[in-house]
Nanobody, 124 residues
Framework: QVQLVESGGGLVQAGASLRVSCAAS????????MGWFRQAAGKEREFVGG????????YYANSMKGRFTISRDNAKNTMYLEMNNLKPEDTGVYYC?????????????????WGQGTQVTVSS
């Protein structure tokens, strides 16, 4: 059974940086694509970006390029989302997801496994 556990969220001030993690277990993830999504209160879930576990290639939503960086540590089976110059509009619950799509996709239904999310709050 695949398990994804996010951690590292918290309350930060605007302009700060934060790194959230997604620890994956239960499978060998070399054939998986992993994604980060976020959801603000009252809004739909939004794709942030993702990574192909096999080669580490990344893909970002256009609005996320430049401030967000996704990486993974094979030895730890952990994916990271580094967020810089955070803004109040980045506030939300950040989820990681895993799926068997051949490419990183922004479509939530193509990810079979989801973590419980970690709250990121950015104060102005």
């Amino acid at each position: 059974q695949v398990q994804l556990v996010e951690s590292g969220g918290g309350l930060v001030q605007a302009g700060a940086s934060l790194r959230v993690s997604c620890a994956a277990s239960g499978r060998t993830f070399s054939s998986y694509t992993m994604g980060w999504f976020r959801q603000a209160a009252g809004k739909e879930r939004e794709f942030v970006g993702g990574i192909k576990w096999s080669d580490g290639s990344t893909y970002y939503a256009n609005s996320m390029k430049g401030r967000f960086t996704i990486s993974r540590d094979n030895a730890k089976n952990t994916m990271y989302l580094e967020m810089n110059n955070l803004k109040p509009e980045d506030t939300g619950v950040y989820y990681c997801a895993a799926g068997l799509s051949a490419i990183v996709t922004a479509t939530p239904r193509l990810y079979a496994y989801w973590g419980q999310g970690t709250q990121v709050t950015v104060s102005s």
